[in-house]
């Protein structure tokens, strides 16, 4: 009898619960990538007038059609194999996929992320591997403000107590987080695959905000900063901040709570767009830290090596020897093109070394990937 009226309670509580859940909408997938390498993407919006796709798969933005229980679909490709960034436009408002999990992690526009996989798993894509661990970190910062990073430890970091490991810091752009290296670049499952292959030593990379204006000004209860011009000196003390934050505390942090080797040789730093210049600024000016310098999308005028690297540049036997790798690359069609051309053409006049790879595309995601999993084959040997 007791039995039967916890049963019929427990009925009852159910019931009500599920009586008093609001009633659902209809069932939304998106994407939906095909096997044809056609992509369908759907989105739930009853009274808008207008939806619209953009993604950087696309020439233009796509209109979508409304169907059924106010569902907007439209089907797009063959797309061509990558990670890209996507987003709605509802009536005139940018908002990202609610049925897609993966996000681009930014300070400014809030996009979708989609995957369509080769036939073969790409060197970005989720392999059959030992696989590493990311974490995320929090660190005292400077001004007393607190830092995050994302940190990939390599596989077999935790199995092997009594190993150290060299240390690659990795910038991302302009409005970019310290996740999106690891959401977007797919750093970790690049790392992953390059060791398993023998292709890359095992590391640990660290991913920093590069923003620390905008961080101290939020923990402070202020609005975010408005972005620099480039190459103004606004934006050469942005730079500096972030250098001061990775050599005077991120660095220290890392290498008191990771079994990381605590030598110049063993530390590499890289960067896309502001992140690379700001990787030329702390590398270039703290030349006793690091001694393999990768940059992506990003360059140093002649001006600028003319003055603030002029140790740099006028003794070029000291920094070949010094620099174990310089490396440069950039897409053909990104705004940063010319800049990075004179910068090579800069390194090459002075007779500094360097190694460079040209892609095409332009100032993308699309590109950075490759970029790192071209030059983490490089380091630490």
Not at 194 to 204: D, Q, S
Request: proline fraction near 7%.
């Amino acid at each position: 009898m007791k039995k039967q009226l916890l049963r019929i309670a427990f009925l009852f509580f159910l019931y009500g619960n599920l009586e008093a859940q609001p009633p659902r909408g209809p069932f939304v997938r998106s994407p939906q990538v095909h096997q044809d390498k056609t992509v369908t993407f759907e989105y739930l919006a009853p009274n808008a007038e207008k939806v619209i796709l953009g993604g950087q798969f696309l020439n233009s933005s796509v209109e979508m059609t409304k169907g059924e229980q106010g569902i907007w679909r439209v089907t797009v490709g063959p797309v061509q194999p990558d990670i890209y960034p996507y987003n709605f436009v509802v009536d005139g408002t940018s908002v990202m996929d609610p049925g897609n999990v993966d996000y681009f992690p930014n300070e400014r526009f809030k996009g979708s992320i989609l995957l369509v996989p080769g036939d073969e798993p790409r060197m970005y894509e989720l392999r059959d591997v030992p696989h590493g661990s990311v974490t995320y970190e929090y660190y005292p910062s400077i001004e007393g403000s607190t830092g995050s990073l994302v940190v990939y430890t390599p596989p077999g970091y935790d199995a092997s107590p009594d190993k150290s490991y060299p240390v690659f810091y990795l910038i991302s752009g302009t409005t970019d987080t310290e996740e999106t290296f690891f959401k977007v670049g797919r750093t970790n499952w690049i790392l992953d695959n390059l060791i398993a292959e023998g292709l890359a030593e095992p590391m640990i990379v660290v991913m920093p905000n590069g923003n620390t204006a905008a961080r101290i000004a939020e923990q402070n209860g202020g609005a975010k900063p408005d972005d620099p011009a480039r190459d103004t000196e606004a934006a050469f003390e942005r730079m500096k901040q972030l250098e001061d934050d990775l050599i005077k505390q991120i660095i220290p942090y890392v290498e008191s709570n990771y079994r990381a080797i605590k030598d110049r040789e063993s530390r590499a730093i890289a960067g896309f767009s502001r992140g690379g210049g700001q990787t030329l600024r702390v590398a270039y000016g703290n030349m006793d830290t690091f001694a393999w310098v990768c940059t992506y999308a990003a360059s140093a005028s002649p001006k600028d090596m003319d003055t603030d690297f002029i140790s740099v540049s006028s003794n070029p036997e000291q920094t070949n020897k010094l620099l174990k790798l310089n490396w440069v690359s950039v897409g053909n069609s990104d705004f940063m093109y010319p800049s990075t051309i004179e910068y090579i053409k800069y390194l090459d006049e002075h007779k500094i070394k360097f190694q460079s790879l040209i892609t095409a595309g332009g100032h993308t995601w699309m590109n950075v990937k490759k970029y790192v999993t071209e030059s983490a084959q490089l380091l630490f040997k």
